[in-house]
């Protein structure tokens, strides 16, 4: 089944204690992003890849990190995760760039930081 | 800066209902226009991708338009039922990501 994929699920961390939260696609997809979604303020692009080793910041893109050694994997990873990243995290995908492509969704992870 | 803007917040009709949710966005110069479908607990799923050059896409019970010069994008919903009870965005593709409104909770009533 073509899919995206992300766990965890759900997760509770601390301040301060490095987590990654995984991200992973079947379809051979070059394009892959990350959104956060919150209360009044909607979905917001963290982070995007346009292909493997290519990777570039999104609008809100402040203690996240990614990396794109795979072409199906595209990791967000938090160094120091702090309270005002709690949030719910979506992966997305495409076959090609943005342009005119559907973009197809994990289930998200949602992430309380303590 | 792009804004999308989803009007109105949150729809409650009874089944068997049409229904237009409206979507409107401020920079006409957009590549795409998509609509999603999100249920609680769970991620977003595509319903309609309508091109730039497209005034409009079908899928099944949903239709999509798209009014560029406007800023306009609506989605009608035939013969609602409560398996559409759910939460509708509407995002604009413009360089490299997707501008989210903040989206149209739909509930329909049996």
């Known amino acids: 089944e073509a899919q995206v994929t992300q766990n965890p699920r759900y997760l509770i961390t601390v301040t301060g204690k490095k987590l990654t939260v995984t991200c992973s696609q079947n379809m051979n997809h070059e394009y892959m992003s990350w959104y956060r979604q919150d209360p009044g303020l909607g979905l917001r692009q963290i982070y995007y890849s346009m292909n493997v080793e290519v990777t570039d910041k999104g609008d809100v893109p402040e203690g996240y990190k990614v990396s794109r050694k795979e072409k199906r994997n595209f990791p967000l990873i938090l160094e120091s995760p702090s309270p005002n990243q709690t949030s719910l995290y979506f992966c997305?995908?495409?076959?090609?760039?943005?342009?005119?492509?559907?973009?197809?969704f994990g289930p998200g992870t949602r992430l309380l930081v303590l | 800066k792009q804004e999308v803007t989803q009007i109105p917040a949150a729809l409650s009709v009874p089944e068997g209902e049409n229904l237009v949710l409206n979507c409107s966005f401020t920079?006409?110069?957009?590549?795409?226009l998509q609509w999603f479908r999100q249920d609680p607990g769970k991620g977003l799923t595509s319903l309609l991708l309508i091109q730039s050059s497209q005034r409009e896409q079908t899928s099944g019970r949903l239709n999509a338009s798209l009014d560029k010069s406007s800023g306009r994008s609506t989605l009608y919903i035939a013969a609602s039922q409560p398996g559409d009870s759910a939460t509708y965005l509407c995002a604009v593709d413009s360089s490299y990501k997707l501008i989210f409104g903040s989206g149209t909770r739909l509930l329909v009533r049996p």
């Open positions: 997305a995908s495409s076959l090609r760039s943005l342009l005119g492509e559907t973009q197809y």
């Open positions: 920079d006409s110069a957009i590549y795409n």
